[in-house]
């Protein structure tokens, strides 16, 4: 059973500068943030290292940090600029038993992480999720396409904090 | 010259007497082989995730009921102790015991719901009826206690709704008696039956390490051969304090990780559920069941992600608080999200039959799939 | 019963038409009958009732469905090929009613007196195959053709097994005509076909275990030609929705269901006139007893209704136990199983009554 310290200690004597720091004053688990292009890299060693063996990757999740500055739009509404969308990874060892949180953050104009779907399968779905909900471009996932959202649903991406229903979908009124 | 052969797609639609819910699945079909098969999904989509921004965290739980609809006190469960354990309160024993018991219940009637519904998809239409007459029993001790039949909002953050009514104890031991000889007649009539064998063992077999990379869980990645189960890997709540046992598939009648492994690992489980539930029925201590329920919920910064073992595998919910009493953000994986990513790869080279054998041999509820 | 009506009233139309109309009658009416039965018989085996307030216990359920369904509009698909469309259903009625012309109720009633009875009725029940490809076809929907096709492989396979326990029971009786071997077997049980016939000797007791065989054959694949569970893979009704007729609606619908009835009760009486004896009574006749004469046709009538409720009784229980086979292990069992049994059967029996 490794601390979430010692993981960082590895990672960094492995992977140099694209592992960027730990948080560690939260009140509940320690989060390791890394650079959204080198992610893949770090996966596949934090799954094949013999003394880590992630070999399940609990939840990826995408989060809007909403740290830009907010400007007020033509028609009065809020729009965020600037800031950061992040992608949250909590991965489990079996064999071990411990557990690491990673985060990777991107800009919001031009959100592009690379995709760890070739490491855990489990990602597949999860990726399209984030894409779907909040417009993250996955790199080379091999059908990155919206899941939750009809298929060709126009205005935007649903779990951003400066996100408004469109008037119309297809002909139909959107709010009720 | 070759014949120009063109595969046939079928849609098995939306609306399907078998698919579960509202789920779309896209086959591919040569004759009646399978050569792929795509999920769609998004019919039941109901933006729980944006809904919870909105709200305060305890107006937060009766959407989450509304997710798992067959589970629903196990969805409580894993909402309230994840912001427990961002807040660091400690709820009273008695609270303790009771969300036990009754998630305890939740998960024999889920599992009656699914083991009634797949043999209604093989074609046996006579244990559907005896598994949903034993449910009756539990949904009437789930309304003696909080009123509600399906969807409950009963566990609150630090304590519960309502405290339990005074014949409780007494209905539930008549309940773990009457029930122990129904499992052994639903056996006798469904898992033994040589039709049944025929038609799920050796269909859909999901190798261990192809399980693990998909991320499922439950009582699919436990009919792998894997003893993987929080309540004794990563104990919460009070599950240390029980004595019960974690079934895995063997491949008794096939291979390791088929069908029928699946469906039995849900049979035992509801053996040992009522273990459980006897050993803590016994033990309830006396209190107050909201003497700890806080006044204002406003967590600290932080993050936390929590998981609990939930009848169809691991319920996650991953919660990120900014200081103010709305969630900054909730994401919930759910475990039949995740569970029916694996569907493609099991169908691969079965008939048309099998792939509703497999699909219910996975057990999902599309409310999760969707939230 | 044609010869006593035209005796009766002298005209060929006429004498006919009634001669029709009766097994007609009758039919509809256990259909009926039947469909209640179905509803109770179900119901009390998953533990609930059924229904019980139309009527007394429900029996007028059926009515009012009926009702229901004459009123209900008559759907057809635009895309659908209409003239197959509204042949179909009367085809697949046809098939299974006109078996009835062959049967003997009782010893004075019986639609025509053919003497290539059972041939005849083997031959008309395969009408029922083209009515049900031609549903599946004209429905102009996947899922139908699918539930067709599998059923005319279904019930072309499994009339070869059918075919071949017939052939046992000719060989062994010497004839065709279904009078003749409910005759045979007299009105006493321990002369039936199934404790191994009317003459008493050695071979009588070395038949009887062919003889149950030939009738669990015969049974399991007269239960395939139907479609009933665990056979019942064209109507599946948790893989195709309802195969074949699932975009037939009122009363076209109502005719593919009342066929499904019909054909149950002929081959229940088939194999109950071919094994148990048809219409006779198994301990001897109270018209005999009392020596009143005219009493015999009545009771015969009794005993063969009795005797085809049963079966059809065991037909609608095993539907509500067992689950259903996948369509390539249906056919495994027809042709690497029960096709071998039926073969060997045959020449045992053959041996036998050589003797």
């Not at chain 1, 990757?57 to 739009?73: F, P, Q, R, T, Y």
């Not at chain 3, 199934?194 to 065989?213: A, D, Q, R, S, W």
């Not at chain 3, 069992?333 to 039926?342: E, F, S």
Request: aromatic share 12%; net charge negative.
């Amino acid at each position: 059973m490794k601390s979430a310290e010692e993981i960082f200690e590895i990672l960094k004597n492995e992977f140099g500068e694209a592992i960027i720091s730990i948080e560690k004053d939260l009140p509940t688990e320690p989060i390791i943030s890394i650079n959204p292009f080198e992610i893949k890299k770090v996966c596949m060693f934090l799954r094949d290292n013999e003394e880590l063996k992630f070999d399940s990757l609990m939840v990826l999740s995408g989060v809007d940090d909403a740290n830009g500055e907010k400007i007020k739009d033509e028609d009065g509404t809020e729009i965020i600029k600037g800031g950061t969308l992040s992608v949250y990874y909590h991965l489990y060892s079996i064999p071990f038993k411990h557990k690491v949180t990673l985060k990777v953050s991107t800009p919001r104009e031009n959100p592009q992480v690379e995709s760890v779907e070739s490491v855990w399968k489990c990602a597949d779905w999860h990726e399209r999720e984030a894409y779907d909900m909040f417009g993250i471009i996955f790199l080379n996932h091999p059908d990155l396409r919206r899941i939750l959202m009809p298929y060709d649903w126009e205005a935007g991406y649903p779990l951003r904090k400066d996100y408004k229903n469109p008037e119309f979908y297809q002909g139909m009124k959107v709010p009720y | 010259m070759a014949l120009k052969t063109e595969t046939m797609i079928l849609n098995m639609g939306p609306q399907h007497p078998s698919t579960h819910g509202v789920l779309r699945l896209e086959l591919e079909l040569e004759g009646e082989l399978i050569k792929n098969v795509k999920p769609h999904i998004g019919y039941l989509h109901r933006c729980f995730e944006k809904h919870a921004e909105a709200m305060t965290y305890p107006q937060v739980i009766p959407y989450t009921d509304r997710m798992d609809y067959l589970a629903s006190m196990y969805n409580n469960f894993g909402y309230v102790l994840a912001v427990e354990k961002l807040l660091g309160i400690q709820v009273p024993e008695r609270v303790e015991y009771i969300r036990v018991i009754m998630g305890e219940l939740q998960r024999i009637a889920s599992h009656l719901v699914a083991i009634g519904t797949y043999g209604l998809d093989i074609g046996a239409f006579t244990p559907f009826l005896y598994c949903f007459r034993d449910r009756e029993k539990i949904l009437s001790l789930f309304e003696m206690t909080c009123g509600a039949r399906l969807l409950y909002n009963y566990m609150w953050i630090g304590g519960l709704s309502h405290d339990i009514h005074p014949d409780f104890v007494r209905l539930t031991k008549e309940f773990i008696k009457s029930f122990r000889p129904t499992i052994d007649e639903l056996n006798y009539l469904l898992s033994y039956n040589k039709i049944f064998i025929e038609r799920t063992a050796n269909i859909g077999v999901l190798p261990l390490d192809t399980a693990i990379n998909y991320g499922v869980t439950g009582p699919v990645l436990r009919g792998s051969g894997l003893a993987f189960d929080l309540r004794k890997n990563e104990p919460y709540s009070i599950y240390d304090r029980f004595d019960f046992d974690i079934p895995v598939g063997k491949g008794l009648m096939g291979t390791v990780g088929d069908c029928w492994d699946r469906y039995y690992v849900r049979v035992q489980e509801m053996e040992q559920s009522l273990r459980i539930i006897e050993q803590a029925i016994d033990q309830i201590p006396e209190g107050d069941v909201q003497a700890a329920i806080p006044k204002r919920i406003k967590p600290p910064k932080g993050t936390v992600y929590f998981r609990v073992e939930n009848p169809r595998g691991e319920l996650g919910y991953f919660i990120i608080s900014d200081g103010s009493p709305n969630p900054f953000r909730v994401k919930v994986r759910a475990p039949s999200f995740v569970n029916l990513e694996v569907l493609g790869e099991l169908c691969k080279g079965h008939l048309v039959a099998d792939v509703v054998a497999i699909l219910g041999s996975i057990d999902i509820v599309l409310g999760e799939v969707d939230r | 019963m044609y010869q006593l009506l035209y005796n009766f009233t002298g005209d060929v139309i006429i004498s006919t038409i009634v001669v029709a109309l009766i097994p007609l009658t009758i039919i509809l009416i256990y259909a009926l009958f039947a469909i209640w039965l179905e509803r109770k018989v179900s119901a009390h085996m998953q533990d609930r009732l059924g229904p019980m307030r139309t009527g007394w216990h429900g029996w007028l359920q059926t009515i009012a469905d009926m009702i229901k369904m004459i009123q209900k509009e008559d759907t057809i698909a635009a895309e659908a090929d209409k003239k197959l469309f509204n042949i179909a259903p009367v085809l697949v009625f046809t098939g299974s009613f006109a078996a009835y012309a062959a049967i003997p109720f009782s010893s004075a009633l019986i639609g025509s007196e053919i003497e290539v009875g059972l041939f005849y009725i083997v031959a008309i029940s395969s009408l029922v195959v083209v009515g049900i490809l031609m549903a599946g076809w004209a429905s102009n929907n996947k899922y139908s053709l699918l539930g067709a096709m599998r059923s005319a492989a279904q019930i072309v396979s499994y009339e070869i097994p059918t075919a071949l326990v017939v052939l046992t029971m000719v060989m062994y009786t010497g004839t065709f005509s279904l009078t003749k071997i409910s005759e045979m077997q007299t009105p006493y049980f321990w002369n039936w076909n199934i404790l191994g016939g009317p003459e008493f000797g050695i071979t009588k007791f070395l038949l009887i275990p062919f003889m149950i065989v030939a009738a669990s054959i015969m049974f399991i694949s007269t239960l395939a030609e139907v479609n009933r569970t665990p056979f019942d893979i064209p109507e599946a009704e948790s893989e195709l929705v309802a195969g074949y007729f699932t975009e037939y609606s009122g009363m076209k619908w109502g005719m593919f269901m009342l066929a499904e009835y019909a054909n149950m009760l002929a081959v229940s009486a088939v194999v109950s006139i071919l094994f148990f004896g048809g219409y006779q009574s198994p301990f001897g006749y109270l018209g005999n007893l009392l020596n009143i004469k005219w009493l015999i046709p009545f009771e015969q009538i009794f005993w063969f209704l009795l005797k085809g409720l049963i079966l059809v009784f065991v037909q609608m229980w095993l539907r509500w136990t067992l689950p259903r086979l996948r369509v390539d292990q249906l056919m495994t069992v027809c042709w690497k199983y029960l096709i071998p049994y039926a073969v060997v059967n045959l020449i045992f029996v053959g041996i036998i009554s050589l003797l």
